[in-house]
């Protein structure tokens, strides 16, 4: 059997180049693995900051929230004891006056 030495020498050039393809192609997907999973380690880091933000602008809205009812029920407890005194006020301001009216008609 008689063989053809440019295509031994073809043949072997080819396989090089196989080999060095397939290990491009290797280390680039080696490469884009890690590059995969930084990437998915910052969105999960990422999303852990944007949950603590979001938990702490929810408590801040309630820390509002609550101040508001408070001063709101002291805004209601003030109202109903300046009810009551007003109230109070007509009540002896009308006793004076027919106090008064007494006197007027007994001179």
Known sequence: MRVNKPTIENH?????????????IENSAEESESEREEDAEERWAKGEEKKKENQENVLKQLGKIR?????????????????????????????IKKAQILEAETK
């Open 12 to 24: 072997c050039e080819e396989k090089r180049k196989s080999e060095i393809e397939v290990g491009a």
């Open 67 to 95: 101040r508001k009812i408070k001063q709101r029920l002291r805004g209601m407890e003030q109202m109903s004891t300046k009810q009551e005194s007003h109230n109070g006020a007509d009540k002896k301001n009308t006793h």
